[in-house]
């Protein structure tokens, strides 16, 4: 099969379609996951659907076309109602994909996933299975403001029970949404919004990706960058620009956030001594320090240098563009301290 | 009703009661760790709706779910076991009191979150519905969940997809410590149920019978595609919230203070026939010896073993 320059939301939308043909208890649930359910425009002679949005993004655009109403489930606006629905439907047999359309609306869908999804295999005794796959989408920078921009992952990923994957490229958002799918357990697919154009290869086959494997993108000998989703290009960035410096940086896209891959993010370490952590959550209680945390526990002895964590700052995401872009972690914030960490490698100032 | 039905309600109603004083005493003996909420008082509910439920029928439950679990036929040497934290206990002594579950029952948990069940049941009937199944899925809550949100999220969104959920309420007059009439806007909750376009019923809960009838009618309803039924069931905890609850809210004039639902249905099953009074004698002989038996091997079975604290995370 061929590959195609396609789009990291359209790899998603494959994946879930490929997913639905496979399994039919494969279900999409959602607000406006189709949208425009029982207006009479928008069925087909022949009895298809049209949707109204395909997701507010447009991102499940066709999939009631194809699988009916019945399997793409548009519900009112109510997030516990139908988190828990859905939590409900995994233990019961079905596979459904849950969206929450901003993860910042988590307020309103947590008990199901924190209490109910994330523990009931557990506190049954290990008698029940929830394959149920949540969808949604962190991220600044499209000016949505401070509820509709946050990153959260790390907060799912804190919560026993429960997968997090967070993908960098379309070629992985195909493969890990595959992966999360095909997973009897609870998993979060979160999304950053700004890589939905992002373009990229993708084999048109079903293929997976394994969840809690990290990425070794970039190898390199005198620093480690680890970083998640859209923080996977400004790693990438930074490693060119001190490439030229001949530092030698290898750049580790963490795909999974929980469970996080220890075992190449501590060999990466061991190797280069030196660790800068991306993260655009914000800076407390994150993926980024929690990682700092273990590597400074499991590896204290081969680092060279502190562990560095770039992160948002400890604020809600603003609105205006230049407050917004001030508070997204870029190239000059990692090279800032990148600076520090590589001080003794350096035969010349850098910038 | 017939003979065999009433004959199981009743051996049901005993194991219920006999199941909760036991758990009433082992707890004053200091065996039993954390919170328990016992069911006693409220038996005629869940037998009356269980009496009509197959085994492929799923129910939620709530923090007061040991008379739902045991109706719903989850073993009850493993539940004792599960309630004092052993071994050999329903979840492996991991989940306690207010998660006991069988889900190959379809038993789909005792439920630590106040109004958690709603949305679970509804999804229960969602694969139900996708699958194309007669079965019903069952929503057993309290009066005080009545007032959570999940409450208008579950109903309305079982509502409109019309599925086949029966949402009993267990009206016994207290959230906690704060009586339903002062935390509830509406008189009753049954009255709200055509505000989601579904029949809202309220029956005595201390009569099984009428608890029966109206659950007949709602999974009738339910499995010819016609959608969802609240029932409200008007009852009493003979015990409080939870054990060491001094119960000061209590009055002398509570509704159904004075009633108790076991003797009632013991008295019409005889004089309408379907059990005489030698068959309720031995049923009431029979739970008893088999809560002795189920505290028996609660108390043999061992503590769990300490890796299973870290098993049965994912799947």
Redesign the interface.
Known sequence: MTNRNITFMTAINEAMAQAMRKDENVILIGTDVAGGAEVDHLVHDDGRYDDAFGGVFGLSKGLVTEFGRERVIDTPIAEHGYFSAAVGAAATGLRPIAELMFNDFVGFALDPILNQGAKMRYMFGGKAKIPLTVRTVHGAGAGAAAQHSQTLYGMFGAIPGVKVVVPSNPYDAKGLMLAAIEEDNLVVFSEDKMLYGMKGDVPEDYYTIEIGKANVVRSGEELTIVAIGKMVQVAEEVANILAKDDISTEVIDLRTVAPWDQETVLESVKKTGRLIVIDESNPHNNTATDIASVVADQAFDYLDGPIKTVCAPNTPVPFATNLEQAYIPNAAKVLKVAEELIVDLKKEPMI | MNKETALWIYQKMNEIRYFEDEVHRTFGKGLIPGFVHLYAGEEAVATGVMALLENDD?I?STHRGHGHAIAKGCDINGMMAEIMGKKD???????GSM?V????KGM??A???VG?G???????????K??GLDNV?VCFFGDGASNE??F???L??AS??DLPVIFVCENNQFGEGTPFRYASASETVAERAPAYNMPGIRVDGMDVEAVYNATKEAIERAKAGQGPTLIECDTYRQYGHFEGDEQKYKTEDDPNRDRDPIPEFREKAIKNGWMTGKEADKIEQEAKKTIEEAVAFAEASPLPDEETLY?????
Request: charged share 10%.
């Open positions: 799923y939620t206990g329903l979840g492996g002594g991991k989940g998660h579950a069988d889900v190959d789909l948990g439920n630590g979150i958690g709603f949305g679970l049941a509804a999804g229960a009937a969602l694969s139900i996708t699958k899925a949100g999940t208008h999220e579950g309305n969104l409109i997809l098993t049965d995370i994912f799947a």
